[in-house]
């Protein structure tokens, strides 16, 4: 299977996770639109679900198809699902490719199962290759930026700063190089005010779902108390 083929078979594998009733997250991205299609082929079966979505993209499209969805849910999801820009073999992810980080990580944090489906190129021993996306908000963002390049990274702004998020904020590229202990870079940008959120998603996913060239590979993990 080609990437684009891994990406929608990683995405029909998800849709058995989805609960007939209840509260799930949806992700934003490639792989996520083929989820979302997917379940739009199927809006009958899903009439008794209420999504969540992770951008003002997925909103429009689970609109579209007719589907519930709210963005005001107090309580935890049953389920969230979406992309991933790097995955490694302990479930941390960078994200954040499409500049909806933030929304994705409040999403995940809020969802007893976080399950990521992604093509096999996204599955790395390390991560870093990809450039870490920090959303940061614009006032003041030239110090903030200077913050970052102070722990030891280039950063540039996405798109030279014409790129808004859908918080009205910019998002910071940075260049960390392979990254030895990411939950310590995670740490590390969270002391830095201006900072909204970063890509790095560590101890949040509960499985990955892999498109291979074959078939599907499933990935299971298991968050750690207290991290
Ligand atoms: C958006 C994301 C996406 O999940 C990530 O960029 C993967 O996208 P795709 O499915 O298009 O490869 O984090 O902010």
């Known amino acids: 299977m080609d990437i684009m083929e891994q990406k929608r078979s990683a995405a029909k594998y998800s849709l058995s996770f989805i609960p007939r009733s209840g509260i799930v997250g949806i992700g934003t991205g490639s792989t996520v639109k083929y989820l979302i299609d997917l379940i739009g082929e199927n809006t009958d079966y899903f009439r008794e679900v209420t999504f969540v979505p992770t951008s003002i993209q997925t909103e429009y499209l689970l609109r579209e198809y007719g589907l519930n969805v709210t963005v005001s849910f107090k309580g935890k999801m049953l389920l969230d699902i979406d992309g991933a820009d790097e995955i490694d073999t ?34 790395v021993s390390q991560l870093g290759k990809f450039k870490l996306p920090i959303e940061i908000l614009p006032f003041l963002a030239d110090q903030t930026i200077e913050n970052i390049r102070n722990l030891g990274a280039s950063v540039q702004l996405k798109d030279s700063g014409s790129f808004v998020t859908d918080n009205g904020n910019l998002i910071a590229i940075a260049d960390f190089g392979m990254m030895k202990d990411p939950a310590s870079v995670a740490r590390s940008l969270s002391v830095i005010p201006g900072i909204v959120e970063n890509g790095l998603f560590i101890n949040m996913t509960t499985r990955a779902i892999e498109g291979t060239e074959a078939s599907i590979r499933e990935h299971v993990y298991f968050r750690k108390n207290g991290e």
């Not at 994200?95 to 976080?114: C, D, H, M, Q």
């Open 90 to 123: 302990q479930g941390n992810l960078i994200k954040g490719g499409g500049g909806a980080l933030t929304r994705e990580k409040i999403v995940a944090y809020n969802s007893e199962e976080f399950i990521v489906i992604a093509d096999s190129g996204k599955y």
